[in-house]
């Protein structure tokens, strides 16, 4: 399978990422924050997504692995 996000550096489908969900004060903030996070893959776009204050993530890599943002709690 391949990801219908393009990454611009590759020209190629995003590979790591599975999924990306996006916590923000509004709708346009979270889709805007989407693409880059998931072209960034987990590290960096978790550490981008903790940089900004009132944005969460969850992001689940290509071996089913769950990624949170510092400010999400999934117990």
Same mark, same amino acid.
Request: charged share 15%; with cysteine.
């Given at each position: 399978?391949?990801?219908?996000?393009?990454n611009?550096?590759?020209?190629?489908p995003?590979? @790591?990422?599975?999924? &990306?969900?996006?916590?923000?004060?509004? %709708?346009? $903030?979270?889709?805007?924050?989407?693409?880059? =996070?998931?072209?960034?893959?987990?590290?960096? @776009?978790?550490?981008? &997504?903790?940089?900004?204050?009132?944005? %969460?993530? $969850?992001?689940?890599?290509?071996?089913n692995? =769950?990624?949170?943002?510092?400010?999400?709690?999934?117990?």
């Amino acid at each position: 399978k391949y990801s219908h996000t393009i990454n611009p550096k590759t020209g190629l489908p995003v590979m @790591g990422v599975k999924s &990306v969900t996006i916590i923000a004060p509004n %709708a346009e $903030i979270a889709d805007a924050m989407a693409t880059p =996070v998931t072209i960034m893959g987990v590290r960096a @776009g978790i550490g981008l &997504v903790n940089q900004v204050e009132h944005l %969460a993530c $969850i992001m689940i890599d290509d071996n089913n692995k =769950v990624f949170t943002s510092k400010n999400i709690n999934l117990k």
